[in-house]
């Protein structure tokens, strides 16, 4: 293959062996703007040329810019929607970290990461991970109910102000990036989920004993500070009162109570509901409230 390559700002190696392209860039010595290109690789396949269009935008360097409704909770991922007291959320925007993207591993969690750092109404919030366009972090339990401005400083430089309400509890279950399946497990690791590549799995059978996670759940008792791991024995720190879990919808649906609800131990913000499949839930696919 013939790779074409009419832009000085983009410049192109192809990579020996493959049929791979390194497209790098560097745009420290670039002015402010769009710049934009194209890929052409030429072949002796019947469709050739391959014509592939590429956009730059670069920007000049400004305080971090969280968006419009960009924080959000990390069950959903969806704009305008409350959280939690406790909550795992993400802010996105742009310019919120310069450092490549970093993962905290150990807790108690960090309050500053890749040179950034965020506030909940000025409190400074344990971060999970920090990129360009995105930080995770936990809201603060302290958090008052009602709006809250949450601001992104890196290195120093303070970023605008972005609101979000934030409620005592926004209980959601964690979903699989497959389907509408939540992040359930059986007791031998397997997803109850139909096969699929990448994801051991086995359907559930009455009797069983199934761990559902979820984030949001709120205060428990006992209270877990800030950023720091949730007990890992007991007295372990409950959702109360203990609700109850419901398989499947409508008149068909059938409740249970599970054997415990509460932050998954060693943890920061995470929460699992262990419960038993009940004997008469009906077979197929089942919705869990």
Do not use: C
């Not at 109910?145 to 605008?160: D, E, I, S, T, Y």
């Not at 497990?185 to 397997?190: E, L, M, P, W």
């Amino acid at each position: 293959a013939e790779v074409l390559n009419g832009e000085g700002w983009l410049p192109l190696e192809p990579l020996e062996g493959t049929t791979l392209i390194n497209a790098k860039t560097d745009p420290a010595g670039l002015a402010p703007g769009l710049y934009q290109a194209t890929i052409t690789v030429q072949t002796n396949a019947v469709n050739s040329p391959h014509v592939v269009p590429v956009n730059l935008t670069v920007e000049a360097q400004q305080g971090p810019i969280a968006g419009f409704q960009g924080v959000v909770s990390n069950a959903t991922f969806e704009g305008g929607v409350e959280v939690a007291q406790g909550d795992i959320v993400a802010v996105f925007g742009r310019q919120l970290s310069y450092q490549p993207g970093q993962e905290g591993s150990e807790v108690p969690l960090v309050r500053e990461m890749g040179g950034s750092k965020v506030f909940v109404n000025g409190v400074e919030s344990p971060l999970f991970f920090t990129s360009y366009n995105q930080i995770n972090f936990q809201i603060p339990n302290e958090t008052q109910a009602g709006v809250a401005l949450v601001q992104v400083v890196r290195g120093g430089q303070a970023g605008n102000n972005v609101s979000v309400r934030v409620a005592e509890r926004a209980p959601r279950l964690l979903r699989l990036p497959i389907g509408n399946y939540g992040i359930i497990v059986n007791q031998d690791g397997t997803f109850p989920i139909p096969a699929t590549p990448g994801y051991p799995s086995r359907p559930a059978k009455a009797g069983d004993w199934l761990t559902i996670y979820g984030i949001g759940f709120g205060p428990t008792n006992p209270a877990v500070g800030t950023g720091d791991p949730a007990p890992g024995a007991e007295p372990l720190a409950r959702w109360q009162p203990t609700p109850k879990v419901y398989f499947g919808g409508g008149f068909g649906r059938v409740g249970m109570d599970p054997f415990y609800v509460g932050m998954t131990p060693f943890s920061v913000g995470l929460f699992q509901i262990n419960v038993q499949v009940p004997g008469n839930t009906q077979k197929g696919n089942n919705i869990l409230l």
